[in-house]
């Protein structure tokens, strides 16, 4: 896949706890009420990790991963093991922003426990791909207060976690029809370019990752050549959705990622952490 092909797409992740409007985030960023399911609960509607797209004015893509409660302790190891190679292979090579979904008028301990754990799965470094998203910004506007104001006078965990962010926060308002909380798309999407930006355009490419994306590139290899036995043809795009789209929907094609993203890390002789080891020893 071509060095073009990757600098045209913008790609990112949502997480965060079960219920804080991620699936409503993704739908504002894609400019349609129907990319992802979502409802106005409590509850999680999102039960794998799915990915849409759009195709923006500048010519770029913008890819949309959406996660479940990704470490949510109500499910099963088995269950978050497979999201969690689902979400690494959908991100593949790589996300150039972690979007962390909070509430305005809801922040607990459990927000803190979820930004550990990705930290504990995906590294420090992660920390420098994180930029939080505040969604119901109308309780901020009826309350006449700023953002800013609104973290200074909030619990001192959530302030140190918008340090441990680099101080990258804005919100948004997702109860409003596509399109007309433009300018809050635009901040979010101005913040994933600055994050880019300041990662040198780099995407995140922990060891994970990069393993995937050999797993990756290697089914593409394969469906070029079964295309040509039949004497078809598709574009990088194409035949990229075509592979996501089996991530998406088929657990068997996560087997193949799984144990090739071991594979690889033997191969290359690459370390990596007890939890992913635990991870892959689902699908054995």
Same mark, same amino acid.
């Given at each position: ?14 997480? !965060? ?64 093991? $497979? ?79 918008? $340090?441990?962010?680099?101080? $990258? +926060? ?62 078809? $043809?598709?574009?990088?795009?194409? +035949? ?28 290359? !002789? ?15």
């Amino acid at each position: 896949m071509t060095v073009a092909f990757y600098f045209s797409e913008i790609r990112v992740v949502l997480v !965060g706890k079960t219920g804080r409007g991620k699936s409503a985030l993704g739908n504002s960023l894609l400019r349609s009420k129907h990319s992802f399911k979502s409802a106005a609960s409590g509850e999680s509607i999102t039960s794998r990790c799915t990915i849409n797209h759009l195709d923006m004015q500048n010519g770029k893509k913008l890819v949309v991963v959406d996660t479940p409660g990704l470490f949510d302790t109500r499910v099963s190891n088995a269950k978050t093991s $497979r999201e969690l190679v689902r979400c690494v292979a959908l991100a593949s090579p790589g996300p150039h922003a972690f979007l962390f979904v909070l509430s305005v008028d809801r922040f607990t301990k459990e927000e803190l426990d979820t930004i550990d754990h990705l930290q504990e799965l995906f590294g420090n470094d992660v920390m420098n791909f994180v930029i939080v998203v505040f969604n119901h910004k109308d309780t901020l506007e009826y309350e006449e207060k700023t953002l800013e104001e609104h973290i200074q006078s909030s619990p001192q965990g959530l302030q140190n976690l918008i $340090r441990r962010c680099g101080g $990258r +926060m804005t919100t948004i308002n997702n109860r409003v029809q596509p399109g007309s909380n433009e300018p809050d798309v635009n901040a979010i999407i101005s913040l994933v370019e600055q994050v880019k930006h300041s990662n040198g355009g780099n995407y995140y490419t922990e060891a994970m990752f990069e393993a995937a994306e050999e797993v990756f590139q290697t089914k593409l290899e394969n469906l070029k050549a079964e295309l040509a036995k039949q004497g078809k $043809r598709l574009t990088e795009y194409e +035949m990229r959705d075509t592979i996501l789209k089996e991530v998406e929907e088929n657990d068997g094609i996560l087997v193949t990622f799984a144990k090739g993203i071991e594979k690889t890390f033997v191969k290359t !002789g690459k370390a990596f952490k007890g939890a992913w080891r635990t991870i892959i020893s689902v699908f054995k």
